[in-house]
Structure formats: structure tokens, C-alpha cells
């Protein structure tokens, strides 16, 4: 028996690759729904009213499960939780989930099994345990230098813009999230400032008509030597320099940090909407002094600064709470049977990655039953194989690029690995037909943005 924590993407991607091979298990959700952290009304959820996937439905959905042909090209985050649910039901997933029961601990056995301490009191013993549970949880809260007298925000307790009416509101951050919250507050706000430590770079979610990840995956092949200074060249032809608009100039090439995908920062900017400042210095009260000798007053600082990806129930055993030692970003180089399906940080579209990464573990799974060979060769890789996911990137220093790997190397090489190892990754049946949103299918109207 196979235990699955936590019942988000990647959660139910788990379950349909275990119940594909026909492997049993138990699925635990805390949560009184499913959806992850896409449910905003889930305790501890990071969503807020105004996210948007931040890659295109075209090549975000499961395999042969591909979001509804009537979603937009950004799904909102009700879509998005909506095809989540849709994808439970049409497997027959959402059945097993135990729902509203959360895990306390898991403890490793003399005998290699896992004891899992439910939150309900019940501890139950499983082969393997495959953590679920995410990486954005825990938010990464930086302390505000000085003696600030407004309110004091992460990101993760954002909900809506309304909250911010006629404020002066300081948004820290650089990424996907600081620019959706900084847009959305600039609304309704007095005034509105991003603060940057750094330099972007900030790629408009459609190129030419067509969004940006589906023009970069049909055009031409290039190596990243050559692709890199040329599309960094069409954006700065696109957008202009930075500095025009008081942002700083990226200190780094153009995909050696997390992709920031937004078209509304550059027009705020230009509006005068929103006002670019680097990194803050001091403050006091209610002053805010940035690096550059600049003041600002300010209510509200909202830290729009990440995450750490950590798994309380089981942190002893992944160790590094930033990103963990895990082969292939999933499988534990030091426990035998526990694997993180929810830890990997890449620059493509995230379902793809659980999907297969679910696929990857549930054949391992099945062939220390069926070929325990096949599966102990599979464990000599786990202990030593090292392979390069960089895809020729030099992905920046910081602590979220740590263990970061290129999406299509990763794809490029857990498929020459599965073919090696026999593994097949067609694991459901193909639905015929057009699907349609299940909101549409409701008739609530909640389908056009």
C-alpha cells in the first residue's frame, strides 16, 4: 500500500499513474476540497482573486486530459481549480481521497516501511510515501529593517485589492506574484511602489498573437547560447529600456532566473500607476527609505518574496527546507521509497512535470513487484547518477535556483531514461472528443475573462 499526501495537481497526478497500474493506495488530503493551493478557500492557501496560470492552457493541462477548449489562454484560478476537480471525477480520484485529514509525521521502520501518524490519531504503516503537499505553504517573510508603523504583509495572506483602497501600498518583489499584486493594488490605491533588489526580466504572456511559452516551444530549435542574447533582444525591442521606467537592468542573461510573465507591469509603469524603486534600506514609522537615497511614504509593505519548500510532517527526512537533495527532483537519494512529487522548479509548465514525475514513480513502484531487477538497476541511479538538467543555462545563485532544472533537458532525459528502463508514460485512456469547461457546463457564466 502507497501513501499519497496531499490531493493538488500534483496529489491527483499521483493517484491516476498508482491506480493505472493498478498499485493500492491511500490518499490524504487536509483540506476540505480538492485543488491544492488553487482552492483560495483552503486554510493557508496563497491564491488570491486576481491569479491567472502564469503558463498557457495549451501546454498546461495532464496528459490526455488537455484543459477545455473554451478557457481563455491564462485561465483564472477558479478554471484552473475547476479542470483540477473535473480531472479527479473523470478518473473516479476524488472517491478515495480522504478529505479534511491531514498528516502529523511520517518515521522510517527497521524494516524500510513508513509509519504515517495521521492527524486523526491512527497511525498506519505503508510501503511508500509520496509527499504531495507542494511548495508554496511556508511563505519566506524577510524582517523590515528599521521601526515601519503600517501594516506588514507576505504575500500569502493577499486576497484581494479591495483591502488596499486609498492606501500608499510598497510591494516587495520581482516576481510573478509581485507583479500581479502590485497591478491589482495600483487600481484602488493612493499610490503604489514595486522595490526590486535586482534586475528582471519580464516577458509579455503573448508574443506576436500567440502566448509566449507556446511561440518559444514551435519556433525554430536554437542552442542557448544563440537563443538567449536574441530573444533578450526582442524584448528590450518590445518593452524599451528599463531604466526609462526606473526599473534596473537585469544582471543576469535571460532564462537563468525563474521566468516573470506579465504584460500589465510595463503599462502600469508607463501610466505612472505604479513607481519602480530597488531595494529598501531603513525605514521609519511610516517613512521608507530604498538603497538608492530615495523615500517614500508608506501603510503597507505586502513581501511578495517566495517560499520555502518544506514539508513539516517530514522535514527530518528531506533536510534542506530550500529545495531538497531529491534525484530527478522526486526521489529521496537517502530513504527508500519516499519521494517528493510536488518539490520541482522548473521553467515550463508545472502539470506536465507532475505528470510525468508521477508516471516516473508509480513504474518504479511497479517493478519492484513485477521486475525487481529493472527497479534495483533504478535504485544504483538513485545513489550516484548525477545527470546535468541545465540545458546549458547557468541558472542564477539565489536560494530558489537551487535545484532548479531546464524543463525541456528534464523532459529530454527522464524520456531517454524510461526508454532504457521500459517504463511507458501513456497511463490513461484517451477521451475522445472537444471538452468543454466544467463552469460552462454549469452555467454560471464564470467562463469569459
Same mark, same amino acid.
Given at each position: ?19 493505472? !497500474? ?62 483540477? !476537480?473535473? +480531472? /479527479? ?23 524500510? &516501511? ?6 486523526? *490519531? ?6 511508500? %510515501? ?30 484581494? /485589492? ?6 500608499? %501600498? ?6 510573478? @506574484? ?18 526590486? !533588489? ?9 508574443? +506576436? ?47 537563468? &532566473? ?72 522526486? +526521489? ?16 515550463? *509548465? ?5 505528470? &510525468? ?16 531487477? %529493472? ?22 545563485? @539565489? ?51
Amino acid at each position: 500500500m502507497v501513501c499519497i499526501i496531499g490531493a493538488g495537481p500534483s496529489g491527483l497526478a499521483m493517484a491516476r499513474a498508482l491506480k493505472a !497500474r493498478d498499485i493500492p493506495f491511500n490518499h490524504y488530503e487536509r483540506n476540505e476540497g480538492i485543488g491544492g493551493l488553487w482552492d483560495i478557500d483552503a486554510p493557508g492557501s496563497p491564491m488570491y482573486s486576481s491569479a491567472h496560470f502564469i503558463s498557457s492552457k495549451t501546454l498546461s493541462g495532464f496528459s490526455e486530459f488537455p484543459m477545455p477548449d473554451d478557457y481563455p489562454d491564462y485561465p483564472s484560478h477558479d478554471l484552473v481549480l475547476a479542470y483540477l !476537480r473535473d +480531472f /479527479a471525477a473523470r478518473y473516479g480520484l476524488d472517491e478515495g481521497i480522504q478529505l479534511g485529514l491531514g498528516i502529523d509525521q511520517i518515521d522510517k521502520s527497521d524494516d524500510g &516501511t513508513w509509519l504515517v501518524h495521521r492527524a486523526d *490519531g491512527v497511525s498506519v504503516l505503508y510501503r511508500a %510515501v509520496v509527499c504531495c503537499t507542494g511548495a508554496q505553504w511556508e511563505p519566506n517573510l524577510p524582517p523590515t529593517p528599521g521601526s515601519f508603523a503600517g501594516t506588514v504583509m507576505h504575500s500569502a495572506a493577499y486576497r484581494d /485589492a479591495r483591502d488596499f483602497v486609498g492606501k500608499r %501600498v510598497v510591494v516587495v518583489g520581482g516576481g510573478n @506574484s509581485a507583479c500581479d499584486i502590485a497591478v491589482d493594488v495600483s487600481r484602488v490605491a493612493a499610490r503604489t511602489i514595486i522595490s526590486m !533588489r535586482r534586475g528582471y526580466w519580464f516577458i509579455p504572456k503573448h508574443i +506576436f498573437g500567440v502566448p509566449s511559452d507556446v511561440f518559444a516551444e514551435h519556433g525554430p530549435p536554437m542552442p542557448k547560447w544563440l537563443e538567449q542574447p536574441l530573444m533578450a533582444w526582442i524584448l528590450q525591442r518590445l518593452y524599451g529600456k528599463p531604466e526609462r521606467l526606473g526599473l534596473q537592468r537585469p544582471d543576469h542573461k535571460l532564462f537563468e &532566473t525563474h521566468p516573470v510573465l506579465n504584460s500589465n507591469l510595463y503599462l502600469s509603469l508607463q501610466h505612472g500607476d505604479i513607481i519602480a524603486r530597488p531595494g529598501i534600506l531603513g525605514t521609519d514609522r511610516e517613512e521608507i527609505e530604498f538603497v538608492d537615497g530615495s523615500l517614500e511614504q508608506a501603510d503597507a509593505i505586502i513581501y511578495a518574496t517566495g517560499y520555502r519548500h518544506s514539508a513539516p510532517y517530514a522535514q527530518d527526512l528531506f533536510g534542506d527546507s530550500q529545495h531538497p537533495n531529491l534525484y530527478l527532483t522526486c +526521489f529521496s537519494r537517502e530513504h527508500h521509497n519516499l519521494f517528493g512529487g510536488s518539490f520541482t522548479e522548473t521553467n515550463t *509548465g508545472a502539470y506536465i512535470q507532475f505528470d &510525468t514525475t508521477a508516471m516516473m514513480i508509480a513504474s518504479y513502484l511497479d517493478d519492484q513487484s513485477r521486475r525487481p531487477d %529493472v527497479a534495483a538497476r533504478f535504485d544504483r541511479l538513485i545513489k550516484a547518477d548525477k545527470p546535468d538538467l541545465s540545458g546549458g543555462i547557468k541558472f542564477d545563485s @539565489s536560494p530558489r535556483h537551487k535545484g532548479y532544472v531546464d524543463g525541456h533537458a528534464f523532459i529530454r532525459y527522464r524520456a531517454k531514461l524510461s526508454k532504457q528502463l521500459g517504463w511507458g508514460f501513456k497511463d490513461a485512456p484517451v477521451i475522445s472528443g472537444r471538452r468543454t469547461s466544467p463552469l460552462a457546463a454549469a452555467g454560471d457564466g464564470r467562463v469569459a475573462r
